[in-house]
């Protein structure tokens, strides 16, 4: 009877269903099963692997240099900033006063399709412009020219050096932050205006403490995010404003280190962490193993043998065991990576680790941004395309400002063979381009072909293992308790 009652219990969170592929928001049931799509995607890294030790040649290719750099037209550019403020202000007042339903309210798909996934392709395609369209930061400089002590800061010397050491690590957290909110908040339209201005005065504090690149380059979460994901776009942005615009090459931005300060690895790995995360905390295996395992086995004492009786503390405590496992995964990641280079130093026989797990971090944003795209583009072309109808009508007030409140009404509805397919391809390419970046580094780490193939096999090992945890991740069928 008790586990009668616990698989009740389990039901109320976990419906029974086949493996399938999940982040199309429909049950899509696979046309063969999960391990021949597991097998092909490693056998394809494997003969890629192959191919590019065998093709590659013993030197790796030099950094191309940098395109003669180009000014970005002046009005456009004012455009582009008119463009910033605009939305930023519509943002804040449609969640403000407007309609509280988040589809009918404008800011909710301006900030988190067209500006967090829209935005975030952009910049892979065109480079990363973020830095010089930065909304609060054009405010700054705004009230710098009222205040001049905002360029530079007033917080003195001690929190200069404070905040030199710290590095990116302020940015990392407000990053996670930033996902716990969208994954667990709820926030809503006016929560979300809200946060919007608290990022406004926490930039702005910022800067009037250590000043304005300082607060750009170690406080914005936005920075590090835009800057990572701009390494893979062919095309570089310098200077200020208007700022200049050369071409460096599509592998360009991944022959460049990481910056110094600290945080940035571990950035970049949140970033990858939390895309899996994402896809993973209300997928059926994550929702069964605390309902249906951790519970009988642990929980038991503290919230009750009867699960129906304990399902009101067991529902506060998946909250913390969900946020627990999104704040974690990025370690874990980090362990895992760590371990990869430790066995790439091993096989290449490095001295040391340390500078390899710096080198090699560029070569997984391909990753990154495959990740990103397989679990989120869809919403682009279900949700993103409604904005084209919100801006007739921001408010939710039933206006129709430029006569486009009528368009695409109807639900979008993504063809699940087509997205699952498409998912598969750019997890294998995203894979491969990371097995090709990370040969040229290993070309540039150790002497001869050789010594560079045999450091790589771990790393091989590493992308293989990369590649079927996030096609079994998108294979799972959800559940959101």
Known sequence: ?????????????????????????????????????????????????????????????????????????????????????????????????????????????????????????????????????????????????????????????????LSARLGIVPALLLFMLLIS??????????GLALALLIHLLLMLLGAALIGIEATARTLDPFGPFFALLGRLSPLAWSGASPP????????????????????????????????????????????????????????????????LLAYPRLRELYAVWQLAGLWLAPLLYAAVYALGIALVAWAGGAARAAPLRRAFLPSLLPIVLVYHITH??????????????????????????????????????????VVWHVQVGLILAGHVWSVVAAHHEALRQFDGAARATRSQLPMLALMVAFTVAGLWILAQPIKAV
């Open 1 to 161: 009877m008790r586990r009668d009652a616990l698989l009740s219990l389990a039901l109320l969170t976990v419906p029974a269903a086949p493996a399938s592929a999940h982040s199309f928001g429909t049950i899509y049931t696979l046309p063969v099963p999960f391990w021949l799509y597991a097998w092909a995607a490693s056998a394809s890294l494997v003969l890629s692997f192959g191919a590019i030790a065998w093709l590659a040649g013993a030197q790796a290719p030099a950094a191309p240099a940098l395109g003669r750099p180009r000014p970005f037209p002046a009005r456009p550019w004012r455009w582009l900033q008119g463009f910033s403020l605009l939305g930023f202000a519509l943002c804040v007042a449609t969640g403000l006063f407007g309609n509280v339903d988040p589809y009918a309210n404008f800011n909710m798909t301006f900030f988190w399709i067209l500006f967090l996934l829209g935005f975030a392709y952009a910049v892979a395609l065109l480079g990363n412009a973020y830095p010089r369209l930065a909304p609060w930061r054009l405010l700054a400089e705004g009230l710098a020219r009222l205040w001049p002590g905002l360029h530079q800061g007033r917080g003195g010397a001690r929190l200069a050096r």
């Open 181 to 190: 909110v969208e994954l667990f908040g709820d926030l809503g339209p006016r």
């Open 244 to 307: 200049l615009l050369g071409w460096r090459g599509w592998a360009g931005g991944l022959r460049e280190p990481l910056p110094d300060e600290r945080g940035w690895g571990l950035f970049l790995l949140a970033m990858l962490a939390t895309t899996a995360y994402d896809g993973l905390h209300e997928a059926q295996p994550w929702v069964e193993l605390f309902w249906l395992q951790l519970y009988p086995c642990c929980l038991q004492d503290w919230a009750g043998a009867n699960p």
């Open 376 to 417: 989120y583009y869809t919403l682009i072309e279900s949700q993103g395309v409604k904005i084209i109808a919100l801006v007739s009508d921001p408010f939710g007030w039933g206006w129709n400002l430029f006569g486009t409140a009528d368009w695409l009404q109807r639900s979008i509805v993504p063809d699940t063979a």
